[in-house]
């Protein structure tokens, strides 16, 4: 259990820069996730934190000690490889006891973490078995198990639950979060995967273009996403994005959408046109005539609710979502009303201003 | 599919079959020839017809080499430098190829290029060199001077290298996480993901060394520091040469080699493979 720091870290391969000058703190105890989408320096920040990459400028420091200079295994940290990297010959047991064994730990020790690892991991049975015997679940439980052995301050991940079906990753996230608050360690978790980060993370700190975006909880980043490109990696289905021209000022402040219709806000930006974002929820179906009517395109039923896929009078596409019971169908004309406490409008460096 | 094509294919696979047992026997004759000579009498052996089985079975060949000569001392003198060639060659070539594969040391590539050039020098065209190094030496007429000159195999660096270099660095990874030594990679990881390729390479090279037979025909020159490869043209006597028992000790010679190639039948043929994978 540590604070870990990062000052204006940086890292270049081969004269390209992939981490520029990145500052981050993140608590004792707490689950941050790295998000972003492929590329955007998320793994490399990461392997920054772990040891496996240098570090080419800035500090490191992790629970108070400067750690940018020491060798992966000297961090204290532990990590959790995406295809695990188990060894394929030894045991289980093999397997979580390599680390302990290579600093000369008791025997007596090590059994003990390894069968409390394996207690809490509920795999007491495949200790003995070999990584080729097991399934890829529970690969990745000794995965976790190596990592957990080592009482380290703090548990890296890149992208563990990537190689797992479905409903296996659903699961496994579950048994995350409860490892989590049973361990209170810090956990730093890398995925491009929103769903992951928004049910896991304490914080979120999104990347993009080896670069911070947002760090945040995930309420924070998902109401009031600090830069454009948040606004539309975070949430599914994706945020709105309509062109719209800002007029007026005070309380008499107004946005017009390119049919025409205007929708009334408060928010403290000068006027101008700017790009108006909200989220397809923040977009109701309405019985009577509303701020604008647009026709279905395509109706898409999730059982739990229902996604109208609209184009306004001029064409904008846009996406509202509905109860499930919906009984939209495709070709209706329908009124729509805009939530206007979830408008948020983007100027041209993509920052966001969020209406009141 | 017709009934015919289905003909057609069956007739072809048989004819294949037929051709490769025909190749087979072709290429057992020789090894079956010998064998059976060596149990003929000397004067059935010069009979100018082919026989395939003799009139008189005899092991007095057999006999004679086991007790006439040195053959145990040669015996003793192969196993030795052979295993002393593979202990060495094998050991050696797996440090420089792990380096090589997973070091970053300055010189690196230029050392990796002088193994792959000096692949391309025959050992034959350095054996003058080799015998007058080792007369210096004096290591002449001694298992040293027999199994010195033979460590020279960089197809096995270069085997080494490829196996190491496919191993996924994430192990490496894994590893440093783990606190492991570079000792500890090496031991406790590289080498045991990779029994298969050095017990097959092991093989190989006891192979090599057992049936070697131009260097230590050089280097030894007293007949009880012979190897058998050398010790058997030396099965003669006053009245000259005897086909059968020269053939008796040329089959108690490959015996051992053939009971290599039985055993780890898999193993010698992957390794043959691996090495010739290169060797072109
Ligand atoms: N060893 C390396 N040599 C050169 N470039 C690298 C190296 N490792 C990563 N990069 C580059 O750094 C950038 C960030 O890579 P990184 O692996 O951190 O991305 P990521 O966010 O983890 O992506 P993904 O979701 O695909 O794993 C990429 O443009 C990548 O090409
Ligand atoms: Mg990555």
Sequence with gaps: MADISLDTVSKSFGGIKVIDGISLEMKSGEFVVFLGPSGSGKSTLLRMIAGLETIDGGALTIDGKRSEHLAPGQREVAMVFQNYALYPHMTVRGNMAFGLKNIGMDKS???????????????????????????????????????IVKEPAAFLFDEP????????????????????????????????????????????VVLNNCRIEQVGTPMDVYL???????????????????????????TDQCVTLGDGSRIALEIDVPAGPYDLGIRPEAVRVSAAPAATTGKA???????????????????TELTALDSGRSNVVSGDAVHLEFDTSQLHLFDAEGIAHHAK | ?????????NWMGGAFTILTVLIAVLWAFPIYWGIISSLKPENEVVRPYIELWPDTLTFEHYWFALTQTQIGKWYINSIATSVGVTVLTVSTSLFAGYAISQL????????????????????????????VLMANMSLLNSWAGIILPQLIHPVIVIVFKQFFDQVPKDFREAAAMDNASEWAVLFKIYIPMNWGVITALSIVTFIWAWNAFLWPFLAVTKTEMMTITVGITQVFDAFGVYYARQLSAAVLAGFPVALVYLVFQRRVTQAITLSAGIKG
Excluded at chain 1, 114 to 137: F, T
């Design chain 1, 224 to 250: 009031y996403p600090a830069t454009r490109f948040v606004a539309g990696f975070v949430g599914s289905p994706g945020m709105n994005f309509l062109n719209a021209e800002l007029k007026g000022s005070g």
């Design chain 2, 1 to 9: 599919m017709t009934p015919t094509t289905i003909r057609r294919i």
């Design chain 2, 104 to 131: 970053r040391f300055p010189g690196r590539r230029v050392l990796w290029w002088l193994i792959l050039a000096s692949f391309m020098v025959p050992t034959q065209v350095l054996i003058i060199n080799h015998f």
């Design chain 1, 109 to 147: 020790e090590i059994d003990k973490r390894v069968e409390d690892a394996a207690r809490i991991l509920e795999m007491d049975a495949l200790l003995d078995r070999r990584p080729a015997q097991l399934s890829g679940g529970q690969r990745q439980r000794v995965a976790i198990g190596r990592a």
């Design chain 1, 297 to 315: 395109a395509v109706v898409e039923r999730l059982g739990d609710r229902t996604l109208i896929h609209l184009h306004l009078e001029d064409g």
């Design chain 1, 161 to 204: 639950l990537s190689n797992l079906d479905a409903a296996l990753r659903v699961r496994t996230r579950v048994e995350l979060a409860e490892l989590h608050q049973r361990m209170q360690s810090t956990m730093i978790y890398v995925t491009h995967d929103q769903t992951e980060a928004m049910t896991l993370a304490d914080r979120i």
